[in-house]
């Protein structure tokens, strides 16, 4: 579904990432984990093209995409929920879910698509008409996940969905990223919570000063005593 090999790219103030290769499988949960301002956020940034600079090699199903805008990107399955929810706070829950639909350029189809999402999401349902801005954290998180999902796409990019949630609210909303994956959609999660993200996840890389330094399936890596001290908070 996604193949990056050898990014680099960054910032007018500088190079973030260097030489990061990582691929994200049909139906995958793959996990990018690592420290506070390693690069994470940078590296979904560079497959959604909004990244200022960079460079290496970004594939969608084959497709080169270096070159795509954002909006070209999203037409081909991607979708990026960005850290921090970014809801538009004085619009419905319905129109903000609407705006992840705007690929599909047509009134019907969009209310359509609108529909399947609050059915993934039945929390929003009796809250469509509700301001964004007076929705919970938790439920704003859900809205964040619903206005990506809503344009059915192929590969979804999640920046943080657990930040600021309570632990009650951090299950359901994990529980619904597990169920996303169905009929083969793809997930690449960005998340501090190490252990919460490869509980759920297949893979995982870690990246650390912009550079991935480890990779391996889920288990592999939660039982890895350097990333247990260094990530994950605990010894093994």
């Known amino acids: 579904m996604l193949a990056i090999d050898r990014l680099s790219g960054g910032y007018r103030g500088g190079s973030v990432l260097f030489d990061v290769s990582l691929s994200v499988g049909a139906g995958e949960i793959v996990a990018l984990i690592g420290p506070n ?49 970014r ?25 359509e698509a609108v529909a399947n999402a609050t059915e993934v ?28 999902f809503v344009s ?17 609210m951090t299950d359901e909303v994990f529980a619904l990223i597990e169920r996303l994956r169905t009929g083969g959609r793809s997930i690449l999660l960005v998340e501090q919570n190490a252990i919460l993200a490869l509980e759920i996840a297949d893979r995982g890389y870690v990246i650390e000063g912009g550079r991935i330094v480890t990779e391996g399936r889920s288990a592999e890596l939660r039982r890895a005593e350097l990333l247990q001290q260094s990530y994950l908070g605990y010894a093994g």
Do not use: C, W, Y
């Open 37 to 85: 301002g390693a690069g994470k956020t940078s590296v979904l940034r560079a497959i959604s093209r909004t990244l200022p600079q960079s460079r290496g090699a970004i594939s969608l199903n084959g497709e080169d995409i270096m070159r795509h805008t954002g909006h070209q990107v999203v037409a081909l399955g991607v979708a990026h929920v960005p850290e921090g929810r």
């Open 87 to 111: 809801v538009f706070p004085r619009l419905t829950v319905r129109d903000n879910i609407a705006l992840g639909a705007f690929v599909l350029d047509d009134h019907a189809k969009t209310a």
């Open 152 to 168: 059915n796409p192929k590969l979804m990019l999640l920046d943080e969905p657990s930040l600021g949630l309570s632990p009650r």
């Open 121 to 148: 999401f039945p929390a929003l349902k009796s809250r469509l008409e509700q301001l964004a801005g007076t929705l919970s954290g938790g439920e704003q998180q859900m809205l964040a996940l619903a206005r990506g």
